[in-house]
């Protein structure tokens, strides 16, 4: 399953949610006829549950969602603090040269000079752009997701090429 956000609180009395997306495209989710819903974001595939999705739209600076059977706020309620998750096939197709954040997680990440910095971890929404989050035993980067410092993904190889050094 390829995490995609998760639910943060009910949006009005109709049962609608506040969603946090992990990602810059939560509209492109529309495009799947439903969500999985868990509240472990570690859980195996059947222990997620799957919600028809109804409606998904901005509203603000967020985004709201909506779920058959879910009708009023104590539904919402219940879904709240909720990850919301796709198989991977049921995800629409990216571009070239874009990714979803699961694809990155346990990807190998090495400098131009080939040294090994450790295994990308998680990333983090720092506004302007997404940072890698590295880690290799008690060594931990944190390295910019933009172009001048992200050489290369191969998700083949199962590997990121970077200009960072060890000592950084």
């Known amino acids: 399953m390829i995490i995609l956000g998760r639910i943060v609180a009910p949006f009005g ?15 492109s989710w529309k495009k799947m006829p439903q969500w999985w819903l868990s509240p472990d974001d570690t859980a195996e ?11 998904c739209r901005a509203h603000g600076k967020g985004w709201i969602a909506a779920f058959e059977g ?3 706020r104590n539904g919402a ?22 990714y979803y954040w ?3 997680i346990g990807l190998q ?4 000079a080939g040294e090994a910095l450790g295994t990308v971890t998680s990333l983090l929404s720092a506004g302007a752009h997404d940072v890698l989050q590295i880690a290799d035993g008690e060594d931990e980067h944190l390295v ?6 992200v050489l290369d993904v191969d998700l ?10 060890k000592d950084w």
């Open 13 to 27: 009395v109709q049962g609608w949610v506040k969603i946090h997306p992990f990602g810059d495209d939560p509209l």
């Open 156 to 165: 083949a190889e199962k590997r990121i090429r970077v200009v960072w050094q």
């Open 45 to 55: 595939a059947p222990a997620w549950k799957a919600y028809k999705l109804t409606g």
């Open 70 to 72: 879910v009708a009023d």
């Open 109 to 112: 990440v090495e400098n131009e």
């Open 77 to 98: 309620e219940a879904l709240t603090r909720q990850y919301i998750a796709a198989p991977r096939e049921a995800m629409p197709a990216t571009d070239s040269n874009e």
């Open 144 to 149: 910019p997701f933009v172009a001048a410092y």
């Open 102 to 104: 699961g694809d990155l």
